[in-house]
């Protein structure tokens, strides 16, 4: 049988009603299992995790972004996570029996019905991606929900599905097709935010650091700490092991401690090979987030 597993990202993290409504239409679709959702005041996302059939997962990734779509309003929203929109990114990836062939049917399908249905322009991203220029979400991403109301109507920018403009109240979606990708927090135990900066930079790959790492540093005002928020988009090349060993370094250089990790949704088993989680100073982890746990 094949599964495939879907991660979509909101842009909501303060209201539980709505992220528990979002993630309580995933899991009433037959063939559904909800494996994981998580929501952060700061970020003000949500996170959501499910896994199933081809079919179940389409059905599933359409019943939750729909309800998101009535409820979330980006013209008021703020938070320190990089977006785009209020269903911000969908992206589908292939587990066990499955082929990236497969998440890539999905990604287009959904992708195309969500821009009809919701009147939203959706750019395809990663393995579903219709051209080089638009493999990497973060570039989709430069310049966020703001910037992308103006260059959007550059031919460069045009959607690959939906209208030619940003829905003032949904803003944009980005929908993908990729590998498993590994969502890292490191929270150092300060509120200097140019440190974590500082830090995110020297370890991206997009600045000269590790392959395949993508970081930024963020300040979590609830809790006056800065942090080092970093997708990890190739855990076989760039190890947990290799940046929470190089943020802790760089933190230490200035007198720094890491307070603690946290993972986003699930990861690989591979993934922790060769470290424990309290070696990372990892929080709240349990088999649970072992994503071959539930294949």
């Given at each position: 049988?094949?599964?495939?597993?879907?991660?979509?990202?909101?842009?909501?993290?303060?209201?539980?009603?709505?992220?528990?409504?979002?993630?309580?239409?995933?899991?009433?679709?037959?063939?559904?299992?909800?494996?994981?959702?998580?929501?952060?005041?700061?970020?003000?996302?949500?996170?959501?995790?499910?896994?199933?059939?081809?079919?179940?997962?389409?059905?599933?990734?359409?019943?939750?972004?729909?309800?998101?779509?009535?409820?979330?309003?980006?013209?008021?929203?703020?938070?320190?996570?990089?977006?785009?929109?209020?269903?911000?990114?969908?992206?589908?990836?292939?587990?066990?029996?499955?082929?990236?062939?497969?998440?890539?049917?999905?990604?287009?399908?959904?992708?195309?019905?969500?821009?009809?249905?919701?009147?939203?322009?959706?750019?395809?991203?990663?393995?579903?991606?219709?051209?080089?220029?638009?493999?990497?979400?973060?570039?989709?991403?430069?310049?966020?929900?703001?910037?992308?109301?103006?260059?959007?109507?550059?031919?460069?920018?045009?959607?690959?599905?939906?209208?030619?403009?940003?829905?003032?109240?949904?803003?944009?979606?980005?929908?993908?097709?990729?590998?498993?990708?590994?969502?890292f927090n490191i929270n150092l135990n300060s509120n200097n935010i140019e440190l974590a900066r500082d830090i995110a930079k020297s370890i991206r790959h997009s600045s000269g650091g590790f392959e395949h790492v993508q970081a930024l540093g963020v300040l979590l005002e609830s809790r006056d700490i800065a942090q080092v928020s970093?997708?990890?988009?190739?855990?076989?090349?760039?190890?947990?092991?290799?940046?929470?060993?190089?943020?802790?370094?760089?933190?230490?250089?200035?007198?720094?401690?890491?307070?603690?990790?946290?993972?986003?949704?699930?990861?690989?088993?591979?993934?922790?090979?060769?470290?424990?989680?309290?070696?990372?100073?990892?929080?709240?982890?349990?088999?649970?987030?072992?994503?071959?746990?539930?294949?």
């Amino acid at each position: 049988m094949k599964i495939i597993e879907c991660i979509p990202n909101f842009s909501e993290g303060r209201d539980p009603g709505i992220v528990e409504a979002i993630a309580g239409a995933a899991a009433q679709v037959e063939g559904v299992k909800v494996l994981n959702f998580s929501m952060d005041n700061d970020h003000n996302r949500s996170v959501l995790t499910f896994i199933g059939s081809p079919e179940a997962v389409l059905n599933g990734a359409k019943a939750a972004c729909d309800i998101a779509a009535e409820l979330i309003d980006m013209r008021g929203h703020s938070g320190c996570h990089p977006r785009i929109g209020a269903i911000d990114v969908v992206p589908f990836v292939p587990l066990e029996g499955a082929q990236m062939a497969d998440a890539v049917e999905i990604a287009h399908s959904f992708g195309r019905a969500f821009a009809r249905k919701h009147d939203v322009p959706v750019y395809f991203y990663g393995e579903a991606a219709l051209g080089q220029e638009r493999m990497r979400l973060a570039d989709i991403r430069r310049g966020q929900y703001e910037a992308l109301r103006d260059k959007i109507d550059t031919p460069a920018w045009r959607p690959d599905a939906g209208p030619f403009r940003v829905n003032p109240r949904l803003g944009a979606t980005a929908v993908g097709a990729r590998k498993p990708l590994i969502a890292f927090n490191i929270n150092l135990n300060s509120n200097n935010i140019e440190l974590a900066r500082d830090i995110a930079k020297s370890i991206r790959h997009s600045s000269g650091g590790f392959e395949h790492v993508q970081a930024l540093g963020v300040l979590l005002e609830s809790r006056d700490i800065a942090q080092v928020s970093m997708n990890l988009t190739d855990y076989e090349t760039t190890s947990i092991r290799t940046v929470f060993d190089a943020v802790r370094q760089k933190a230490a250089e200035h007198g720094v401690d890491i307070l603690e990790s946290e993972l986003i949704g699930l990861l690989p088993r591979a993934a922790l090979e060769g470290v424990t989680p309290d070696q990372i100073k990892l929080l709240d982890f349990c088999e649970e987030r072992i994503i071959e746990c539930h294949c």
